[in-house]
């Protein structure tokens, strides 16, 4: 959407067969459009940590930007207020907080490579759900078994899971897989 008035108005469109429960805008102004104990049409089909249905057991969060730019101090400070009470209410803890990429890899982008995880996980808002067990290959199927682990359990191929657990954990990464996509999810590919 353009703006953030646009995605308040599709989002409370039932033609667009599509919803969430708060969208906040890059002024930090916050719309509650749907009662948390509710369910919102955010997400769609997708997986995370093995459960299906996404819709059915998350609170949407949607946020006004395109994901070509920082997310504006506003709008981070509002999803810092916003979360510690829905994780309190609901009893969410950080390494249940998911970006739409998480749970949809190659359908979704958002919160996009711009977005601030790092500062959520500061603010124990979020964090990786990675363990380490020791010495790993640098291989597709070595990464993708890390990635299940960590909670990507969405079926995709690997290529976009990768480009899923770079988008969340490393933006900046390119190119094919590498010893340092391992790191993120609590590994070192190479050895402990």
Known sequence: M???????ERLCDPQAEVSAHYLIGMDGHLWQM?????????????SWCGVDDINSRSIGIELDNGGTHPF????????????PGIMERWGI?????????????????DPGPR????????????ARRGYDEGPQDVTPHAF???????GFTAETDDETLLAAVR?????WGKGPLVQADFIPLGHTALGT
């Open 2 to 8: 353009e703006s953030a008035e646009a995605a308040l």
């Open 34 to 46: 749907v009662d948390e104990a509710d369910r919102a049409w955010h997400a769609g089909a997708g």
């Open 72 to 83: 504006a101090e506003p709008q981070m400070a509002a999803l810092e207020r916003l979360l």
């Open 93 to 109: 803890l950080p390494e249940g907080i998911i970006g739409h990429s998480d749970m949809a890899p190659g359908r979704k982008h």
């Open 115 to 126: 977005f601030d995880w790092a500062r959520l996980e500061r603010g124990e808002l979020a």
């Open 144 to 150: 993708r078994a890390l990635a299940h682990d960590a």
């Open 167 to 171: 988008l969340r954990y490393r933006p």
